[in-house]
């Protein structure tokens, strides 16, 4: 799950209400509509920064130091983040950067097979996300 999922189902449920003829109890107004785009469109912009920010080995060592050190992402899921990296990177064809690396933490926070909330797990996707960020 990514840290603007929340405004995506939303929509999608927004969506489906509308097609269902069930649009005029929904609680929806064209002006939180467009706040929920304008959201997404905002984190899609920080997603494509990212994404042209390439990294050298040594810079992807660091970060992932520093997450290890200053987030609360499970340490025992870290050797997982680079494999996740490098399948990604074989399938896309892609240069080593930041989204990947972002991918790599938020891939295996939201899909191994730990115990933890959704709200602790969105805590620490958005500390990763700001420490790659402040980096670059």
Known sequence: MCIWSDDFE???????????GKHSNTGFSMKKLF???????????RFKKLSER????????ELTEIIKV??????????????????????LGSDMNSWLLYHGFNNRLNHADIKMNQ???????????????RYN
């Not at 939303?10 to 269902?20: C, G, N, P, T, V």
């Not at 706040?35 to 912009?45: C, E, F, K, P, R």
């Open 10 to 20: 939303r929509m999608k449920q927004l969506s489906i209400s509308m097609q269902e």
């Open 35 to 45: 706040s929920m785009l304008d959201n997404v469109d905002g984190q899609m912009n």
């Open 54 to 61: 390439r990294l050298t080995p040594k810079e992807v060592e």
């Open 70 to 91: 200053k987030t609360d992402f499970p340490k025992r899921l870290i050797p997982e983040v680079s494999e996740v990296i490098e399948k990604e990177r074989a399938i």
């Open 119 to 133: 709200e602790f797990k969105t805590k620490i996707d958005i500390e990763v996300l700001n420490r790659i960020e």
